[in-house]
Structure formats: C-alpha cells, structure tokens
C-alpha cells in the first residue's frame, strides 16, 4: 500500500491559507465572508478526505478479495 504523504501536507497548507483569510476578513470586519470561506475550504478538504478514504476501501477490497 502507497501512503501519499503529499495528500497530508496539501490539508495543512489548505487549512493555513483558510485560516488567514478567515484571520484577515474578520480584522476587516466582514465575518460573514470568513465564515463563508472557512465552510468553502472545509468542504474542499472534506471532499479530498473522501477521495482518499475510497482509496483506501479500494485497496482494502482489492487486498481481501483477492482482486
């Protein structure tokens, strides 16, 4: 089995850069757009966790069924 540690770091940098465009609209006082941009980016990194749990299923299936 291949652990993309790639996929690790991508969340990280995903969550950083959210959280300091959320840090920067809320200083400028339109919180109602960082809120907008951390359910945005929440939901990107929910769709790549997603990915890489089939991923995983596949491989588990693939290891016990003898695909």
Not at 18 to 26: E, G, N, P, R
Not at 51 to 57: C, I, K, S, T
């Amino acid at each position: 089995m291949n652990m993309d540690v790639s996929a690790i770091f991508q969340i990280a940098g995903i969550g950083i850069v959210i959280a300091m465009v959320h840090s920067v609209l809320k200083q400028m006082g339109k919180e109602d757009m960082a809120q907008w941009v951390t359910v945005i980016g929440f939901i990107v990194v929910l769709f790549m966790v997603v990915r890489l749990l089939n991923e995983l299923f596949q491989e588990i299936k693939s290891i016990f069924l003898f695909q």
